[in-house]
T-cell receptor, first 111, second 116 residues
Framework: QQQVKQSPQSLIVQKGGISIINCAYE??????FPWYQQFPGKGPALLIA?????SEKKEGRFTISFNKSAKQFSLHIMDSQPGDSATYFC??????????FGTGTRLLVSP | DTGVSQNPRHKITKRGQNVTFRCDPI?????LYWYRQTLGQGPEFLTY????????KSRLLSDRFSAERPKGSFSTLEIQRTEQGDSAMYLC??????????????FGEGSRLTVL
């Protein structure tokens, strides 16, 4: 119940395209769903986050879509750029508890 | 630099040796977390401190692992009698009191352990 399942494991997108990464969860007590971005040799950094009372959150080229009934959420990267090439992790947390991470998606944006 | 600082960044050791990692969180953050990340996987929770109190430990944290946070400031993670399976990136993260604006965890750059 504490797992967050993430797909795909890897993704190649052309520059300017849309990158889509999906996550699913079982624990309905999760109340916070962030996405973290990690570059090689660096720690993860928060990209964007959503709480389950909204269905979509957009920040620049990054959008989280949240489907509470399906217990799924996804990250959309519009106009993908080579600088977006990184590993992306979805995560979830029960209030005041630890973050549980997905297994990650390695994104490569080709020039 | 006011971010989370971890030392050493890379440690190579022989099986059976003890290693210790240090984490200096962002100064006003009272919550500190240790995670472990292996190649191709997401970070896995190890343990959590609120001030100096260790409030939660994962089943991943065997009796060879010990973490401390004296005086609620920096933290250390010690691994005794290292095994090759301990090879991983050890990530430290901190968070301020309360939920903050975003509930964000601030990660350090990690300490990579290689056990030969």
């Amino acid at each position: 119940q504490q797992q967050v399942k993430q797909s795909p494991q890897s993704l190649i997108v052309q520059k300017g395209g849309i990158s889509i990464i999906n996550c699913a969860y079982e624990n309905t007590a999760f109340d916070y769903f962030p996405w973290y971005q990690q570059f090689p040799g660096k720690g993860p950094a928060l990209l964007i986050a959503i709480r389950p009372d909204v269905s979509e959150k957009k920040e620049g080229r990054f959008t989280i879509s949240f489907n509470k009934s399906a217990k799924q959420f996804s990250l959309h990267i519009m106009d993908s750029q080579p600088g977006d090439s990184a590993t992306y992790f979805c995560a979830a947390r029960v209030r005041f508890q630890k973050l549980v991470f997905g297994t990650g998606t390695r994104l490569l944006v080709s020039p | 630099d006011t971010g989370v600082s971890q030392n050493p960044r890379h440690k190579i050791t022989k099986r059976g040796q003890n290693v210790t990692f240090r984490c200096d969180p962002i100064s006003e953050h009272n919550r500190l977390y240790w995670y472990r990340q292996t190649l191709g996987q997401g970070p896995e929770f190890l343990t959590y401190f609120q001030n100096e109190a260790q409030l939660e430990k994962s089943r991943l944290l065997s009796d060879r692992f010990s973490a401390e946070r004296p005086k609620g400031s920096f933290s250390t993670l010690e691994i005794q009698r290292t095994e090759q399976g301990d090879s991983a990136m050890y990530l430290c993260a901190s968070r301020p009191r309360g939920e903050g604006v975003t509930g964000e965890l601030f990660f350090g750059e990690g300490s990579r352990l290689t056990v030969l």
